[in-house]
């Protein structure tokens, strides 16, 4: 990826209401602001959760951010609050690309593939996956932006260790590929399965990569919304993050679901930021 891409923050907790995630956003844009990392991102306006401003017309305000970024600039950087910012954020590349031509990798400790009916907890950060499958749940149907959706062999969810029978069973039905998180116990596996993902995906002209921090061992990054037990290392994710910042069709990278109420000291915070450097510094890692 380019040293210098577009920065879209969306500070929202829709998805999860109990959360304080909305914060998050803002907390991780002041510090990369006040970072030696300030001049490689250039910010766009935030998207800001109000009272006047519901989750349907949230999304569509997170699509067109998208849009615009990547008519733009092409390459991104988002960060979320819940993980149901990724209902307005990758139809605006599919839409623009054609389905055929989008990869997405999606590494969460939950497969979020529910819908309204079949969610314990209702909350719709649980949701997105379904959304971008096409869901057949006309209230969730009603919330998804785009007119496009992704294919299901497109779609790599990877690290997975924490859902219901339900989401599997949609996704298995789909033909969406999974690679849970007990098939990661090593690096080498690790290596392994991402190199076969990026040549299954290789004739996707373009690819975006979404990140619940979730995915790591919550021993490590406790500052997370949903924490699952066990999850992969920070170094592993790190790692991850490296080799698809290296591919060629990457576009974009989405995070969600910091929550800086449970970072003591901002521990979690500092690990992130490395992350991020990561992804901009093409002297790192």
Known sequence: MAASIAGITIASNFGLLQSNCTKGPLHIKKAIQNSDLSTSVKWLPTVHQTAHLNHSALIQSTYSAVKHCFKHYKQFLLFGGDHSCAIGSWPAIIDQVGTENFGLIWLDAHLDAHNFQ????????????????????????????????????????????????????????????????????????????????????????????????????????????????????????????????????????????????????????????????????????
């Open 118 to 285: 079949t969610s314990h907890s209702g909350n719709l950060h649980g949701m997105p996956v379904q959304a971008l499958l096409k869901t057949g749940d006309p209230q969730l149907a009603r919330l998804y932006p785009g007119k496009q959706h992704i294919q299901p062999d497109n779609l790599f969810i990877i690290g997975a260790r924490s859902y219901e029978p339900e989401e599997k069973y949609f996704l298995q039905q789909r033909g969406a590929n999974i690679i849970f998180n007990h098939q990661l116990t090593n690096t080498k596996q690790i290596e392994d399965h991402l190199e076969n993902t990026l040549s299954t995906l290789q004739h996707c002209q373009y690819l975006g990569v979404s990140i619940d921090l979730d995915i790591l061992n919550p021993n490590q990054f406790p500052a997370v919304s949903a924490a699952a037990p066990n999850g992969i290392s920070f170094e592993q994710l790190a790692l991850i993050i490296s080799l698809l910042k290296k591919n060629q069709q990457t576009i974009g990278f989405e995070f969600s679901e910091y929550n800086p109420a449970k970072d003591h000291r901002q521990q979690s915070l500092k690990l992130f930021l490395e992350l991020v450097r990561i992804i901009v510094d093409d002297s790192s890692y």
